[in-house]
């Protein structure tokens, strides 16, 4: 089973950014995905998570209304549109697969960056 997120970047305050995320290894329509991110000195943070049907989703206070989440099963990929970034949202990102109530996979993450 394997992770890989992708589409991180420089970007300026207010700015957008779509991060992709990649797996092999694994049915994507059978398990939860989401995000988490760490920023410089921090500890991991929870982002957002999509169910396995789609259906339902979750994201942390501060990134509701700005981050969206979700999943194309048929191309085994899921997203994370950002809208709005702030400096604060700076960090690495990382997708993960939840297959036993918790993250317990992910791959290298992709660095965000915005500039104030």
């Known amino acids: 089973v394997q992770l890989q997120a992708s589409g991180g970047g420089l970007v300026q305050a207010g700015e957008s950014l779509r991060l992709s995320c990649t797996g092999t290894g694994f049915t994507w329509r059978y398990y939860d995905i989401g995000w988490f991110r760490q920023a410089p000195g921090k500890g991991r943070e929870g982002v957002s998570c999509?169910?396995?049907?789609?259906?339902?989703?979750y994201s942390t206070d501060s990134v509701k209304g700005r981050f969206t989440i979700s999943k194309d099963d048929s191309k085994n990929v899921a997203y994370l549109q950002m809208i709005s970034l702030k400096p604060t949202d700076t960090a690495v990102y990382y997708c993960?697969?939840?297959?036993?109530?918790?993250?317990?996979?992910w791959g290298q993450g992709t660095l965000v960056t915005v500039s104030s």
């Open positions: 993960y697969l939840d297959r036993w109530g918790m993250p317990d996979v």
């Open positions: 999509i169910s396995f049907s789609g259906g339902s989703t």
